[in-house]
């Protein structure tokens, strides 16, 4: 019968953490009879998760983790595990305890970590039972506490400025351009243990790198002066730390020698005229009476055949060699003076010599008789201009300001064509006649631009004139009515060219009042001119006397 009752009462013996609890006279220090949760029981004896949750720190104090139960199941005998793994232990998230692992802590099991060598303040866990080979209490995330300072204190408790969990012999968070002394030129390819030689941090302590407390205020803490002395101690007067050879520019005084420095010679390199010798006697001294001495003749002797141009100094100076420096005052005192246009083509534009590598990249001496020696014909023989301009020098129709003036002094004449122009015909631009012809690689037309004035004007009467023909052609005269001067029909006479002569009142009805506007066979709204009716009643609606004045 008691065997029979107690199994009634629990579901089985308790796990031996919790032993000392067994017993039905005990059930009520976890248990409220009537009530299964225990939270509050087991917060009651468990001091350090209730710490946890407060404080919240640790994968107790978030809420998922809210009811003990879930993970912790009792009552499953003395031997049971009383932790509940979702999924097994290996699969547990680390980063829900507070931290991530990566790198080379995600490669370990757990008990490499969680025991009792790393567990931290080892009394007071013991005091609260804990034994420190089994629970996962008790650790700290600091680096230090469970890896040896090997910096032995230099560089403070924050390891994670310089180190990752990948590989702890690397460093790949460190930046040394935030040290005391920022590495430049040669310095960033040195071996750190160059300078960070190994040597006892503290008193009795291993050789380690030394990181702190370093000399480098001067290069002679680290560097033999080669001059011994005799130069000075500050070495970035002359030299910088791309390399012993390169000589600091900014420093040096080279107006101190016979050849100072001006225009482009202050960007060279030393090397560049000195040479690079490494044997420590010093540097070569290069010949510099003349440009030629350091400089290729561009011109590949060109130059030399002419005697105002034997000295490089007359085109150029030290600010570089283009553009040339070449006066347009010379200019105009050569064979060929610039005007126009012309005074704002840049010099290779004409000065061009095209030809293999290592030819003469100019030519001094350009051909220049023709337009035609740089420029290119326009207007060369082809269906669209044929040989219209054929013995006419460009100079007929062009001048040097601008290409697009054909007219006023000493250009084109419109009134020695077949079609001068007058009247409302002089102000149209060139190409408002002369179009360019796609089919003729965009020349402009010219000997078959349209004469007539069908070929550029629509005409407005709907073919009412059609009968009205230019002697021999199939075209419309409207010459016969119009001129240049407006579109008014200034030459059309009511009395003569109408069938209809305009007398009495009717000489003083108004054009429209008969000549009504109406919409012609393509859509297009006209002026009707003919034919119109002649007889009186046609415009007229009632006789006097019957009632109606007329109109």
């Not at 101690?233 to 001006?262: E, M, Q, S, V």
Request: proline letters at 5%; hydrophobic letters at 25%; a neutral charge.
């Amino acid at each position: 019968m008691p065997s029979a009752v107690l199994a009634q009462l629990s579901p089985g013996d308790l796990t031996h953490a919790h032993a000392e609890l067994d017993g039905l006279r005990k059930c009520k220090k976890c248990h409220d009879f009537g009530n299964r949760e225990v939270r509050q029981g087991c917060l009651d004896c468990h001091g350090e998760i209730q710490a946890m949750r407060t404080e919240k720190k640790g994968l107790h104090s978030q809420d998922e983790f809210d009811d003990c139960a879930n993970c912790h199941v009792e009552h499953n005998g003395a031997d049971y595990d009383l932790i509940a793994w979702d999924g097994g232990q290996d699969s547990f998230e680390h980063r829900r305890a507070g931290f991530t692992l990566a790198g080379k802590h995600a490669e370990l099991a757990c008990r490499k970590c969680h025991t009792v060598k790393y567990a931290q303040e080892p009394l007071k866990w013991r005091s609260m039972g804990k034994d420190l080979n089994r629970t996962f209490l008790g650790l700290d995330s600091a680096c230090k506490s469970c890896h040896e300072d090997h910096h032995q204190g230099q560089l403070g408790d924050d390891c994670l400025k310089c180190h990752d969990q990948r590989d702890w012999k690397k460093q790949p968070l460190f930046d040394h351009a935030r040290a005391k002394f920022p590495l430049t030129g040669l310095h960033a390819k040195v071996d750190c243990a160059k300078c960070h030689k190994p040597e006892p941090v503290k008193a009795g302590g291993s050789p380690t790198p030394r990181y702190t407390n370093l000399v480098f205020a001067a290069c002679t803490d680290c560097h033999k002066d080669p001059h011994e002395g005799r130069l000075g101690g500050k070495c970035i007067d002359c030299h910088n730390t791309g390399g012993w050879l390169k000589l600091a520019t900014d420093k040096f005084d080279h107006d101190r020698t016979k050849y100072p420095l001006r225009g482009r010679h202050t960007s060279v390199t030393c090397e560049k005229c000195h040479g690079n010798t490494k044997s420590g006697d010093g540097l070569t001294k290069p010949a510099y009476a003349a440009c030629k001495d350091c400089h290729r003749d561009e011109h590949g002797g060109l130059a030399r055949e002419h005697a105002a141009w034997l000295t490089c100094e007359n085109c150029h100076d030290l600010e570089g060699f283009r553009p040339s420096r070449y006066p347009l005052q010379k200019h105009r005192e050569s064979a060929y003076s610039l005007e126009g246009s012309h005074l704002a083509v840049a010099c290779g534009q004409c000065h061009r010599r095209p030809g293999p590598t290592g030819a003469a990249k100019l030519d001094l001496a350009p051909a220049r008789q023709d337009c035609r020696d740089c420029h290119d014909n326009p207007h060369e023989k082809s269906a669209a201009s044929g040989d219209v301009f054929a013995g006419l020098a460009c100079s007929s129709c062009h001048v040097p300001a601008t290409w697009r003036q054909v007219s006023g002094e000493g250009g084109f004449d419109h009134g020695k064509t077949r079609f001068p122009l007058d009247g409302r015909h002089r102000p149209v631009s060139c190409r408002g006649c002369h179009v360019p012809d796609a089919e003729h690689k965009g020349n402009l037309l010219f000997n078959q631009a349209p004469r007539d004035c069908n070929g550029c004007h629509k005409d407005v009467h709907g073919a009412q004139f059609a009968d009205r023909l230019v002697a021999d052609s199939e075209l419309i005269d409207c010459g016969h009515c119009h001129v240049t001067t407006d579109w008014l029909a200034e030459k059309f006479n009511h009395e003569t060219d109408a069938r209809f002569a305009l007398k009495g009142g009717h000489e003083r009805t108004p054009c429209a009042g008969c000549h009504k506007p109406e919409t012609g066979p393509d859509g297009v709204v006209m002026t009707r001119y003919k034919p119109l009716p002649m007889e009186c009643r046609a415009c007229h609606d009632a006789q006097p006397g019957e009632g109606s004045t007329g109109s």
